[in-house]
């Protein structure tokens, strides 16, 4: 599986967006990208995933650019509860392995 | 209930003892997995199957690591002859079929101190 790479922290005010980066140069066509979160002393959390066109549910927007080399999370209205560490992970469709990095983990401040 | 459940959720050992994690999975769940998470790391996988079958078990760190899911339900990892450096959390997750969407459910933990 291709690697990721994340900024190790980055802090957002609540109520504002929190604009997650991840850089994924190595990916290849089948490759898949997939955010999880983990709130503290809990399990991984899915959040979303996408291929090539920009997803959004109702927890937050992925956002792949068009050459696929990198994309963002958006959650756009962060909450103090959204404090946590979200994995980038990159994971080919037809295995179910994920492979975590270090992660960014978010502060959401009053 | 609902979610991948997980037992012990805390467990002290003397170095030297043998352990044994269970996890429950989501009921009809295929796939399960097994990530160990040392203290401000991600996880680390550990070791897949996919009812019964072991399809994966590249990330077991050593021969004292072992893991089965008999019925293809429930699944036990086990760690004999504990050292330290075992110290970690043991995350079990499920998902309902190999494929595209399919979204892991990671139970809350199993936190293993060996002293």
């Known amino acids: 599986d291709a690697k990721t790479t994340q900024p190790p922290s980055m802090d957002c005010a609540e109520g504002r967006a929190a604009n997650l980066p991840c850089n994924h140069s190595?990916?290849?066509?089948?490759?898949?990208v997939y955010w999880y979160r983990q709130i503290h002393s809990q399990g991984p959390q899915y959040i979303i995933h996408?291929?090539?066109n920009n997803e959004t549910n109702e927890m937050a927007s992925l956002i792949i650019t068009e050459d696929r080399k990198s994309s963002t999370l958006i959650l756009p209205h962060a909450t103090l509860r959204d404090t946590a560490v979200y994995y980038c992970?990159?994971?080919?469709?037809?295995?179910?392995?994920?492979?975590f990095g270090t992660g960014t983990r978010l502060q959401v401040f009053p | 209930g609902a979610g991948v459940s997980q037992s012990p959720r805390y467990k002290v050992a003397k170095r030297g003892q043998d352990v044994a994690l269970r996890c429950d999975p989501i009921?009809?769940?295929?796939?399960l997995f097994w990530y160990q998470q040392a203290l401000g790391q991600g996880p680390e996988f550990l070791t897949y199957?996919?009812?019964?079958?072991?399809?994966?078990k590249s990330g077991l760190p050593s021969d004292r690591f072992f893991a089965e899911r008999p019925e293809g339900s429930v699944s036990t990892l086990k760690i004999q002859r504990t050292q330290q450096e075992d110290s970690a959390v043991y995350l079990c997750?499920?998902?309902?079929?190999?494929?595209?969407?399919?979204?892991?459910?990671f139970g809350e933990g199993s936190r293993l101190t060996v002293l």
């Open positions: 997750a499920s998902s309902l079929d190999q494929g595209e969407a399919g979204e892991l459910f």
């Open positions: 190595t990916i290849s066509g089948n490759e898949y």
């Open positions: 996408g291929l090539k």
């Open positions: 992970i990159v994971r080919a469709y037809n295995t179910d392995k994920l492979i």
């Open positions: 009921s009809g769940h295929v796939s």
């Open positions: 199957f996919q009812n019964e079958a072991q399809l994966d």
